[in-house]
């Protein structure tokens, strides 16, 4: 298994298929109550938060929605570096907010002094950043955005969209003073897709209380009254809940700090077998994913070509994302990926390569 080196949906192991396979509980009942918090609370430790995790039963967007939804009344910055920080600006767009987009070259990570100085006289109440851009294989400086921001408006929310790498690379909610931090079940956690799972701060919440409009499903402050129930206001994605529950079992036995390490000891093993290959990152050194590796198509590979060789072999690769088609594409290493699928991917890449 775990041989689509794609960015999501990712491979899932047999174990995780398996534990979806339970017999339905009526969600309101004790024994369901418990595993919902279970999960919830186990996920805390992966966001390294003491606030709540919210469970949605939606994909990562829906959360990007809510965070909109339920944290904006007047004015948002979003910024912007890419095609899902992109959405997320749209997202703003569609809810009738008021959004300023900071553009950054898609190659270029955020930069803390830009969003600082945005931020000093724009009155915004929150911001939006993707920590790992999907698109291009760029890891953003979360955490200096946040201080730097702090140090001039230190009331804006901090919203984080981190769908394809939280568990896969560490990211401090609490103590970089993130307001939201949101992710998808079927990117760097491994599970089937349909899940998405927020930490939310307390600041957040009383925010929300001042926010209008913030719609029914989407509502955070009703995810949160029921959460302390241990229930959510509609009806779980219960399978999904169940495969979390055990994931995050496998994961916490793995180790978060083993787990990161064997995320950014692939990365490095991809740029090292791309400089090997004359090939350059897309993404520029200091700022590369440990998920996701966008590799610049300097040799003209047919991409479609190469992905159909490598099928045969049952391994698949990503193209590069958008304007980024075939100029690029993107070996992921996220989730269940070992090393040894690595090799047994470059291996076959190599006999590709020689033909
Ligand atoms: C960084 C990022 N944000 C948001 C999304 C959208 O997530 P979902 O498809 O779970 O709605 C994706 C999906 O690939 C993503 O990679």
Known sequence: MSRMFVPGPVDVDDEIL????????????VEFE??????????????????????????GTGLQEAAIRNFVDKKVLACVNGAFADRWYEVAVSNGKKVEKLVFEWDQPVDPQRVAAAVKTGGFEALTIVHNETSTGLQNPVKEVAEAVRAVVPDTLILVD????????????????LDMVLTSSQKALALPPGLALAAVSDRALDKAKTVENRGWYFDLLRMEKHRLKDSSPATPAMSLIFALDYQLDRILAEGLAN???????MAKRVQAWADAHDLSMYAPEGYRSQTVTTIKNERGIDISDLNA??????????????????????IAHMGEIQMDDLEELFAAMEEYLKR
Do not use: C
């Open 18 to 29: 398996q534990a979806q396979v339970q017999p339905m509980l009526p969600h309101r009942s």
């Open 34 to 59: 418990e595993i919902f918090r279970r999960a919830s609370e186990k996920a805390q430790q992966l966001f390294f938060t003491q606030h709540r995790v919210l469970l949605s039963a939606s994909s």
């Open 259 to 265: 787990r990161f390490a064997r995320h950014s000891a």
């Open 162 to 177: 981190a769908v394809s790498s939280l568990s896969g690379a560490k990211i401090e909610t609490d103590a970089w003073g």
């Open 309 to 330: 060789f490598l099928k045969q072999r049952g391994m698949r690769i990503a193209n590069g994302y958008g304007p980024l088609k075939n100029i690029t594409f993107r």
